[in-house]
């Protein structure tokens, strides 16, 4: 079984473990578990040739997979569609070549939902990816092969997107770690987008140490020199926690929230470290932002759609078909409530960080799950803090979010320390 990749990245730079034998063992991982669906292509070639020639690094032969909406040199990005499935980059995204001058080592690229819009993994293309950790249930969307290569052991860290919580829901259906950093904290060029005003790239791991290492090395700037694994230094006695037992309606026709007291559950964990927690409302806004997303999602995609319609699978394609009456007027005024919203976030509410949990249902839904219905419920806890441009992480079930990543690494790291990752072993 492969170690973290903390663990593998010190063995390998001790001499301790040479840097074909985790590329190796994750390869055979990934054939072993075909019946995931974890990934659309796989590529031992350059993996074996890259692993040959390792140098010492932070991530030096740590196994890497890739969502298929990131670029990758040389290596097939479909984003998850008919349309792109012949696609090859000729660069890779800055946050690739990040972690690969960093040593880490990309053996494949990962199953997705369509284009990256969706919440539950399913696929019409490239086949649903499997949850190993609750057969029959959804991965979560949209970063789903992450997540189920993650928790089968096939490798040790992944690199996804998130919009609307595509780290943080697979992270909670299939007990991993995802991260979503503040917007515009770690580049998005050389990514698919669905939504730029929401869009971001973030970390998939299996511990918050091995997520906060990745961070760290993506995020290369002084404002966060402090953050990542430095951050489990801080002192958190004392952080003010709110705690949130709903969320403020943000699609149309969005239903008010029942009372949930899973996040009380979590606070008093935090508050036994040391915080002190006190039950919240988050600011609610005062009109509708959900036409930013549609209307941003409805310009990425009109050079193919209505174009090549047929081309779409049919989920994406309600999708789409809704989003051509999104008009630039809804659009412009709902980046005026965005806008608004986010700033009265500065300061209100009064808290350090955030808890609360990861999916908006309490049971993960089946796999064969209607997409369309169970959507908005689904993400209503990792949409906010898109919305709001915060970091936000995802251990397991239990969602932290903060203004900023220090003090989110802060306590995601105490929480590890206290309780563990959210699942100690990886699913047979």
């Known amino acids: 079984m492969l170690g973290t990749a903390w663990e593998i990245a010190r063995a390998v730079r001790s001499g301790e473990l040479d840097p074909m034998d985790p590329i190796e063992q994750a390869l055979a991982k990934i054939a072993e578990r075909d019946d995931l669906n974890a990934l659309i292509t796989v590529c031992p070639e350059p993996a074996l040739a890259r692993a040959r020639n390792a140098e010492p690094g932070p991530l030096a032969g740590v196994p890497l997979l890739v969502k298929d909406v990131i670029d990758t040199a040389g290596i097939r990005t479909t984003a998850g569609s008919k349309i792109y499935a012949d696609r090859v980059p000729a660069e890779s995204a800055p946050a690739v070549r990040a972690l690969e001058d960093a040593g880490a ?37 949209s970063s789903s092969g992450n997540a189920a290569a993650l928790a089968a052991g096939i490798a040790p860290l992944a690199l996804g997107t998130d919009t609307g919580g595509s780290v943080r829901m697979p992270a909670g259906c299939c007990d991993v770690v995802g991260m979503k950093p503040r ?11 669905l939504c730029p005003s929401f869009d971001t790239i973030g ?12 961070y760290e090395i993506l995020a290369r700037g002084p404002l966060d020199a402090l953050a990542g694994t430095q951050a489990g230094e801080r002192d958190i006695n004392g952080l003010r926690v709110g705690v949130l037992t709903g969320m403020p309606p943000l699609a149309p026709n969005e239903a008010a929230p029942e009372h949930d007291e899973r996040a009380l559950e979590f606070a008093a964990r935090l508050e036994a470290l040391g915080m002190r927690a006190q039950e919240l409302a988050l600011p609610v806004p005062a009109g509708d932002i959900w036409s930013v997303f549609y209307g941003e999602a409805a310009a990425t995609h009109r050079d193919t759609f209505p174009a090549r319609r047929d081309d779409y699978g049919p989920t994406i394609r309600a999708k789409l078909e809704s989003a051509q009456h999104t008009g630039p007027n809804a659009v412009s005024a709902g980046r005026q409530t965005l806008e608004a919203w986010r700033d009265r976030a500065r300061s209100e509410p009064a808290v350090d960080i955030i808890v609360c949990p990861t999916l908006g249902v309490r049971e993960i839904p089946p796999g064969d799950v209607d997409e369309l219905e169970i959507r908005v419920a689904f993400s209503a806890y990792t949409r906010a803090f898109s919305y709001l441009g915060w970091p936000a992480i995802a251990i397991g079930g239990v969602q932290l979010a903060a203004r900023e990543e220090t003090t989110l690494f802060a306590a995601a790291l105490a929480w590890e320390r206290a309780y563990g990752p959210p699942a100690e072993s990886p699913a047979a």
């Open 105 to 141: 080592i990309v053996i494949g690229k990962t199953n997705c939902d369509e284009f990256a819009w969706g919440v539950t993994g399913q696929n019409t293309h490239y086949g649903d990816a499997r949850n190993p950790k609750l057969p029959g249930r959804i991965t979560g969307g």
């Open 183 to 193: 917007l515009g904290g770690v580049s998005t060029v050389g990514v698919f987008p």
């Open 203 to 214: 970390p998939m791991a299996r511990t918050v140490k091995d997520c906060a290492l990745c």
